[in-house]
């Protein structure tokens, strides 16, 4: 069928994907969503004609921005995820048996309803009984929730739209202040090929908050560029230090592999060192 | 301009980039050849409308298909580029001081002409006076030259048209003949996302020749699901156990890249240990 | 949404119509069927991704292959319709008081169950009394009625697939037999500038059968080139000599546009008149 | 070659079409000018991304918006083109013997400049000697001559950018002083499917100027929707009652197209008696 989603990735380049059906379209009170069954990446989900995940390279993404900071931390028991409604990240959370409790707090239901009932296989983490699902403005749920987390998760859309808020100086502070004391941070910061400024602005906030802050890198197919950074921010465990590596499934994440993440290439490097 | 060069990465998936001007269009006798002036890339270059190269990203390839070889050899002197007609791998190898020659050969003369004229940041090392260029079958060549090269590299289009026969276990042969005793051969070796049983077949076939057989990943944003396969065969020297690094002037490629390139998720080790 | 439906009009040309919603898709035995609700062109139809009809510009094509032959006709009262399985030349059709009968034979019943769903507005006609629905192949329902019917109406996609047969001289001469005495044949018969032969074969092929034959035009926004043919053969009416018109209701058609129809651009008649 | 020239009609319709080559392309000081080769349309021209002319059916256009007016005057001979740079509207007017002087007044000398290069068979009649071609504000130029013509045409483009003064009550007053007693003027008015109001008002505006005023229908299958309206005010002529036509070469015109193209459908017919 000569049905094609096309995202704008920027103004001068597109992606577009075969359609072979739409599952589901609709615009909730935050964003237009979009869940489309694709020959190239199976289910796939997107969020204001943006790619958010798909069931082919999903597992990418969601070990990554989940493992590298609950390996980091020697005990990980609480555990927020903030945005990340598709559930992705709060599965590979709660492969980790230490965690006792994964919030999500996810402002838009839509997207957790959706993702339930089109992607199981990313979802599935939000049935758990461990899985603690909160629909609100993440942002006023850290400000009420101190001292609490061991690990928050910022697994959030591109900093336009309803996650702008949850780029900011000013919430990487309510997301110190949620941290316990040795708690650490993790949160998905855009392409150090079309973002580089706001990697850099991240990486000068947190390093007003955290003693340790590290930038690491995975490859995620559907994002542009391919090259995709990670920041992460910890009181206390320094992740290019971890001594015991839970025993967990994945594809892409390996004790190895969590430390080559955090060798940059010179030019990313120089994002980050760059006055 | 509404005007779009369009690469059908598979049958269910396309890429389109603005075009700003059309450099160069023509027919070789191998394959349809265009350089297009793009807002995202600069200057790119298509060989039967995929994406070979482009000022933007170029340095990720061509630094990482040339220097983690040339680094591993400890006195690289004899360097065969097999295809590679943009000059990208040839100027990348003659930043290592030990290469008294650098040959390329290239079957595509137009290539080479066009090349040089649109993309001299790319092209200029093959006006170094260390740089050899044969117009040539790069099969043809490396049968008529046994036991010269301290490195080959084949940085070929994908195994369909003029290059299909760069992919063959027969054609290792000629390598691992044309490499001197402690020789060691790289090549692009495609996605780990879309070629897997490509991967599979190249690797098995160089561990019948080769000792030592390494497959490593780079990250190219214009190369289809952007993660990057490359496979290198040694005689003698192991890429993992290189004692000193050149210093050379590089944006993706480092001592610690060479190493954590070697570092493969789980899903593409069990391309290459899958029976 | 940045979802787009595109019909490939020619390999060098396509449309492209963004969807706002895909209301059905699905492979019947003879084809793929899809109905998408449009921004441009509301409800529209597509089979093998060939636009069919569509709710805003539907009524010039089937008030034009319709009322045409029926006000020729001095009293036409059984008429048939091969193809149109959307029902709009019905409901056309039945717009004449005179008209006892109308028989839709229609191949694929997924069509006409999906417009009876999707389309009202267009297959309300089916629902007549008078409407007489026939889920079989054109050509041999034809072949089995003989000298029964004033008109009949082939509404055919495009001479490849299910189609091919009713676009032959073969089939014409049945066309002719299942007419009465005074019976009247139009078909639509494509472009006249992507389908020049085409034209002049059909156009060819009726002369030997029918003492009249006619060929007249109308524009359709969203058939390739705009420009579309009818050709209509007449045992004894003459369409450019009819006395009376029926009063119905039209948006495209009128006694005038019945007359100015037939007057054909240089270029248009050529192609028929040449040898 | 993938290299695709979109025209986006509408928010919600494309046309692509496939590029053979760019012959030209840059930005004057009125608008974007490009020039393809195509395999659909031969050498196309854009201005502004929207499709103008090309080698394939521009013969319909110019035809039409020039020898209606030109049949219908009694002897023409001052005509004045405003627009229609491209020179396909010079080269139809002085097919008529009657002409002693056609004059051009095209504000982007770009615009013949290119035409005159890539398109010879369009702007070949710029290079007659009763042509003459000024580079000027058509709006001025007419301010600057009363009484003088016995046919304007405007040739614009669109009534965006450089072209929408062409599109006013104010100067259409300026084009009927501009007309000798008996003149006659005629323009393009876009589609009766996308631009009802417009072409609503200049009937209107029209109307309170000249005693005649028609519109006309051609189809041009690049031009949006296919159907095309030509809006023509007269002093006295009236265009349905011409007694003699000149006897000229054309491909789409005829003295029965002449009088067919004023047969409106009824909903073109309604846009024009809507109050």
Known sequence: MELWFSE?????????????????????????????KTAQYGTLLALDDIIQTNEKDEFIYHEMITHVALNTHVNPERVLVIGGGDGGAIREVLKHKSVKKATLAEIDDKVVEVSKKFLPSISCGLEDKRADIQICDGIKYI??????????????????????????????????????????????????????????????????????????LATVPTYPGGLWTFTLGSKIYDPLNVKSFEDIDTKYYSPEIHNSAFVLPPFVKNIINAR
Do not use: C, W
């Open 143 to 216: 400000q009420e929730h101190r001292n609490e987390f061991d690990v928050i998760i910022v697994d959030s859309t591109d900093p336009i739209g309803p996650a702008v808020g949850l780029f900011s100086g000013q919430f990487y502070k309510m997301v110190y202040d949620a941290l316990k004391d040795d708690g650490i941070f993790v949160a998905q910061t855009e392409s150090p090929f079309y973002n580089v400024d706001l990697i850099k602005n991240i990486h000068r906030d947190l390093k007003e908050l955290f003693p340790i802050v590290r930038l690491y």
């Open 8 to 36: 704008n990735q920027t103004k001068d380049q597109k992606i577009s994907v075969r359609v072979l059906e739409v599952l589901y379209s609709g615009k909730s009170n935050y964003q237009e969503i979009a869940v489309y």
